[in-house]
């Protein structure tokens, strides 16, 4: 009898003990600003993860939005790899995992550039009268997730501010508050 009480209060103490022992951030004196930040915060909570298990490990860092992607890189072969350029590949799946969630993660989360590469090309064809109105507003909804309709016309002002961010006179920040308020003048 003394031994069940002893193991159903061995599991008890398991159960609720270890979760909250684990139950931690990283404190590396500077916020996490880059895919390498991210990659550092993995490492952090690795050995937590391999001790309390992918579910509890989610639901204890549910709040914790960087922690969310080293599930996905625990689960990948190269995590365990000893190759010298490892760190490379992790910072590579981090970043695609960003790329996939842009919207989200890197807007609210990280400080890195936040428009593509490919939007700005077509920012400068668009400008340079190299594209239509109508090619240039298809970019707009594929990088947005929004749809135009048929509007083709884009206002005098818009055009100015993406001359401006090209010239690096406004801010990307400020770009991006424009980019918004198109989408908004525009959705159907």
């Not at 298990?53 to 072969?77: M, Q, R, T, W």
């Not at 992790?90 to 890195?112: A, R, V």
């Amino acid at each position: 009898m003394k031994t069940v009480i002893f193991v159903i209060g061995t599991l008890l103490f398991s159960i609720t003990a270890i979760p909250n022992t684990f139950a931690h951030e990283p404190n590396f004196g500077i916020e996490v600003e880059t895919s390498k930040d991210v990659l550092q915060v993995c490492q952090f909570f690795y050995d937590e993860y391999q001790l309390t298990g992918s579910e509890n490990f989610k639901d204890h860092h549910k709040l914790f939005v960087h922690a969310k992607i080293c599930p996905i890189l625990y689960d990948s072969i190269a995590w365990e790899s000893n190759h010298p350029q490892k760190d490379i590949v992790l910072i590579f799946m981090i970043e695609k995992k960003l790329d996939e969630n842009s919207n989200y993660l890197k807007n609210k989360h990280l400080n890195e550039k936040s428009i593509p590469k490919w939007f700005e090309k077509k920012v400068k064809l668009w400008i340079g009268y190299e594209i239509k109105n109508e090619e240039f507003l298809n970019a707009v909804e594929e990088l947005s997730n929004s749809n135009f309709g048929k509007q083709e016309e884009i206002p005098r002002w818009f055009k100015q501010t993406a001359k401006w961010y090209l010239d690096e006179t406004v801010s990307e920040k400020e770009f991006i508050a424009s980019i918004k308020h198109l989408i908004k003048s525009h959705q159907t």
